[in-house]
């Protein structure tokens, strides 16, 4: 069973390792991931929020509920042009134990790459909600989490939130 990594955990704050060989443990962990993505009503799961230092990750179209499995995605180009929204993460709780939010600036459309569970390479342009869970599960590969984009005061208003949850 797998286990909800929160923000303090070091394992969050790793840089993953590529998949070289796509195995069984892998996909289940994917379809787990899936599951506790859904369980938790959350549209992203990257692989080191669930303890695992590989890169992959699984996210969900929210309107039409599409999965996307995800074996060593990149961001391959993005728009000059931002747009700021409101994030979350399942990883970065407050004293509620519900998901801090705060507003913030990301490309509105990128280009990205990746592997399939079929092995089969895929290329999308995406943009909206797409464009920013993408960029969200790819920066958690890097060990970056949403917060890291905030200015300062912004970044420390939120820490203390989370930090009032332990």
């Not at 996210?59 to 700021?84: A, L």
């Not at 990128?110 to 592997?115: D, L, M």
């Not at 092995?119 to 993408?134: D, L, P, T």
Request: charge should be neutral; glycine fraction near 6%; hydrophobic fraction near 40%.
């Amino acid at each position: 069973m797998l286990q909800m990594k929160l923000c303090g955990d070091l394992v969050l704050r790793e840089k993953c390792t590529p998949v070289d060989n796509i195995t069984p443990e892998i996909l289940k962990t994917m379809d787990d991931m899936v599951q506790m993505m859904r369980d938790q009503n959350g549209v992203g799961l990257a692989a080191p929020q669930v303890g695992v230092t590989r890169r992959f990750l699984v996210m969900m179209e929210p309107d039409s509920g599409k999965v996307f499995k995800m074996i060593n995605p990149r961001i391959t180009s993005h728009s000059s042009d931002t747009v700021v929204m409101e994030e979350g993460c399942l990883s970065v709780l407050g004293p509620d134990d519900l998901p801090v939010y705060a507003n913030v600036a990301r490309p509105s459309v990128v280009n990205a790459e990746w592997t399939g569970v079929d092995g089969k390479k895929y290329v999308a342009e995406m943009s909206g909600i797409m464009a920013r869970i993408v960029q969200h599960e790819t920066d958690h590969l890097d060990g970056i989490l949403f917060i890291d984009h905030l200015p300062a005061a912004k970044r420390e208003m939120i820490m203390r939130k989370v930090r009032r949850r332990k």
